[in-house]
């Protein structure tokens, strides 16, 4: 409970602070605290939509809950982390790169988590072999790696066809080399070797299960 409220309390807010008060910038606060009341309960009837999907994935009796929760983020995750990933560590990429690449990841996810739902209710039949088939029964792990790389490629992609963001926008957003006399990621960082050590604990976990 205290999880679903922390989740609908901050997408409430960034509804109502993102878009409805850029929309309405004279919006009073009691007209903002109203919005988010709203939002909140439309996010609630949309979880709640949620259930006959998780039912039909949990139907064939080969999915635990876990791994349908798993692979529900792996539909959605892997654009935003690429969003983020990449651009921590590359200025050149933009928000027009960044938006068409979260469009493209969320479509193909989107239409992964259907045609797995809908094949596993009989619903559509997908031949065997074919690309939609090998769509929907690829291992969710792998289509996430492919989520992620797709993702990336578009994102470098587009953003090279459009200008590239200001210096002033870049302060505090990108990774850069320390100047000198500043804190440096250096061997002797305890921080560095808890990094790899992370790093290296994800990996394998993904190779070993």
């Known amino acids: 409970m205290s999880s679903l409220s922390s989740v609908f309390n901050s997408c409430s807010t960034l509804f109502t602070i993102d878009f409805y008060k850029k929309w309405k910038p004279l919006a009073t606060e009691k007209q903002l605290v109203f919005v988010g009341q709203v939002a909140t309960g439309i996010l609630v009837l949309l979880s709640l939509a949620w259930i006959p999907v998780l039912r039909s994935m949990l139907s064939s009796g080969e999915n635990s809950f876990y791994k349908v929760l798993q692979s529900i983020q792996a539909y959605i995750s892997p654009p935003i982390a690429a969003a983020f990933l990449l651009g921590l560590f590359i200025p050149r990429l933009n928000a027009r790169g960044a938006i068409w690449a979260l469009w493209t990841g969320f479509i193909l996810g989107m239409s992964r988590l259907a045609l797995e739902v809908l094949s ?26 492919f989520l992620f790389l797709l993702s990336s490629i578009v994102m470098i992609l587009v953003s090279l066809t459009s200008p590239a963001p200001t210096a002033e926008k870049l302060v505090n957003v990108t990774y850069k080399r ?3 006399g500043e804190a440096n990621f250096s061997t002797s960082n305890p921080d560095m070797w808890l990094t790899l050590l992370l790093i290296a604990s994800v990996i394998g976990m993904w190779l070993i299960f």
Do not use: K
């Open 120 to 145: 596993s209710d009989g619903t559509i039949t997908l031949a065997d072999g074919s690309f939609l088939h090998r769509m929907a029964t690829m291992n969710f792990l792998h289509f996430a790696v």
């Open 178 to 180: 320390p100047e000198p």
